[in-house]
Nanobody
Framework: QVQLVESGGGLVQAGGSLRLSCAAS????????MGWFRQAPGKEREIVATISWSATNIYYADSVKGRFTISRDNVKNTVYLQMNNLKPEDTAVYLC?????????????????WGQGTQVTVSS
């Protein structure tokens, strides 16, 4: 059974930092691109960042460029999202996803496996 389990969310003041982790298990994710999405109440799910298997290709949404960093440890089957200088508009449920392709994907329908999400709340 494939599982993606996110952790690291919480409540933080504006300007603060959080580091999210996503641990993958249940199958090999060799060659898989991984992504972080977020969904705020009443809004559509949106891409935050995505990273290829080898980490040579990375994409960030414009809204997080320069503040967030995605990385992965393929030995630990874990992907990370370091979030700095957080803003109230970053408040959302953050979800980890795995895509059965070496190509990056920016759309949620391009991903095959999803975690349950972790809440990030940024207070002003």
């Amino acid at each position: 059974q494939v599982q993606l389990v996110e952790s690291g969310g919480g409540l933080v003041q504006a300007g603060g930092s959080l580091r999210l982790s996503c641990a993958a298990s249940g199958r090999t994710f060799r060659g898989y691109a991984m992504g972080w999405f977020r969904q705020a109440p009443g809004k559509e799910r949106e891409i935050v960042a995505t990273i290829s298997w080898s980490a040579t290709n990375i994409y960030y949404a414009d809204s997080v460029k320069g503040r967030f960093t995605i990385s992965r440890d393929n030995v630990k089957n874990t992907v990370y999202l370091q979030m700095n200088n957080l803003k109230p508009e970053d408040t959302a449920v953050y979800l980890c996803a795995a895509r059965g392709s070496s190509w990056l994907g920016a759309k949620s329908y391009e991903y095959d496996y999803w975690g349950q999400g972790t809440q990030v709340t940024v207070s002003s």
